[in-house]
């Protein structure tokens, strides 16, 4: 048997209701903040992942799809959305110094190693903001995240912030964080010597626990950001706590993609073992210009749906999710010579009744048979579509939950009396 690819997984009917929920609960959302909708491609240049993301992050090092097409480009399913978006609006839009609010949904990929909360294909709702240079947009984008929580009912996540400063400081504390660590080199695991060069604030962010003192004695940014960024990022502070945000300063939350300044943010959950996070996001300012644009500031955040989706399992949320696929009608029918009619009764329902949810039975199966599986459908109702009615025009009603026994009436009268029974239930 061929099975799915590791760490893609399919999501099968008994989930979908929750996960409409939560894309319809996110698009009502972000456009009532005023957020439009962008779609991406999936694949894109391998050459923007690796100047955005950054070539020595994990993500780009060991974690993308690459592979060479056939006309000899590098190409790479998107690992995430922001460096797409970031393409999309410069190619087809410049920015004219206007102010654009954009989301997106859909699935990314990184070569992980599966787990619980981790995949490979994994989806993400993300937002981006353009043109917005102070902490009220950064600060919205925090607040919005915090209404989707509510929405959604879900309690319990916890918010860390952080500011990383500009380029240029973080050199500064890079090249200090440098000699820190090579100074105390052979306390350092393989993963963390690897990167002492290439990218060592990432070493900040290592969770094995023999590194921790090492860890806990070095460098601390605090000390490095520039006024502008201290300002920013105390500005942000004062609005959250306006708007009665709780939040946690995390100075070693470095966040694992190389394109941010100033403001980094993550929401946590701790009911989710060691992929505790369910949206991480921040400012990066200079990236629309890496990329040959105008400088144009920029904020964003993404959220992990999988995770999302693990935690509204808890909630009742997914019990309202969970018989909203259930149909509310089941119709049955007494042998062959009647499908013309049966399907024609069913189509007058659903032209008249477009929010019901009728199914029919197909096949001729006994009608004890047919009683069975409208009742394991979770419908209330079932229509029943036999010799005498058909032979008479009529049809007939009969409840399956309430005992309150049954009708027959003309099919004429049929849309009326739906209307009183289900009103009923
Ligand atoms: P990220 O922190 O790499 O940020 O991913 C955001 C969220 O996606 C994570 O917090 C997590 O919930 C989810 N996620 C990441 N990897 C996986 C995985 N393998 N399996 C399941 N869920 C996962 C970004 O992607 C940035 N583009 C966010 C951003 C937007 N920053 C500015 N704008």
Not at 144 to 151: D, F
Request: aromatic share 8%; net charge neutral.
């Amino acid at each position: 048997m061929i099975r799915a690819v590791r760490g893609m997984n399919d999501i099968l009917p008994d989930t979908t209701p929750l996960w409409q929920r939560l894309e319809h609960t996110a698009r009502v959302l972000l456009l009532s903040y005023g957020y439009e909708e962008i779609r991406l491609p999936i694949l894109e240049q391998t050459a923007l992942f690796e100047r955005s993301i950054g070539e020595t992050t994990d993500i780009v090092e060991k974690e993308m799809y690459t592979f060479t097409d056939r006309n000899g480009d590098s190409l790479s399913l998107r690992p995430e959305g922001t460096a797409g978006a970031v393409r999309a609006v410069l190619q087809h839009n410049p920015f004219r110094n206007q102010a654009q609010r954009l989301w997106y949904m859909g699935p990314m990929f990184r070569r992980e190693r599966p787990q619980k909360g981790r995949y490979r294909q994994f989806y993400q709702i993300g937002a981006e903001a353009f043109g917005m240079p102070g902490p009220d947009i950064d600060a919205e984008l925090i607040i919005l995240t915090r209404r989707l929580w509510r929405l959604l009912g879900l309690g319990g996540l916890q918010l860390e912030i952080n500011t990383l400063g500009t380029a240029t400081t973080r050199a500064r504390f890079r090249q200090d964080l440098v000699s820190y660590f090579s100074a105390s080199a052979e306390k350092l695991d393989q993963d963390s010597r690897r990167r002492l060069h290439s990218n060592p604030l990432r070493i900040l962010d290592s969770k094995n626990p023999e590194l921790q003192e090492v860890i806990q004695g070095a460098p601390t940014f605090e000390r490095y950001v520039d006024p502008g960024s201290e300002q920013h990022f105390r500005q942000l502070r004062e609005i959250l706590e306006h708007n009665d945000i709780d939040y946690r300063v995390n100075p070693r939350l470095v966040r694992g993609l190389d394109y941010y300044s100033k403001t980094v943010f993550e929401w946590l959950t701790t009911e989710l073992g060691a992929q505790g996070a369910v949206c991480g996001g921040g400012r990066y300012d200079g990236l629309v210009e890496h990329f040959g644009g105008e400088p144009t500031p920029a904020v964003g955040f993404a959220i992990g749906m999988d995770r999302l989706i693990e935690l509204l399992r808890e909630t009742p949320l997914n019990d309202i999710a969970r018989t909203s696929n259930e149909p509310h009608l089941y119709l049955i029918v007494g042998g062959e010579k009647y499908y013309g009619s049966a399907l024609r009764v069913a189509e007058t329902v659903r032209e008249a009744m477009p929010h019901i949810r009728l199914v029919t039975h197909c096949g001729s199966d006994s009608f004890k048979s047919q009683f069975k599986r409208a009742d394991k459908s979770g419908a209330r109702i079932a229509l029943l579509l036999g010799e005498d009615e058909v032979s008479q025009g009529m049809v007939t009603v009969k409840h399956l939950r309430i005992s309150s026994g049954q009708v027959t009436v003309p099919q004429s009268e049929l849309i009326a009396c739906l209307e009183k029974e289900l009103a009923r239930l």
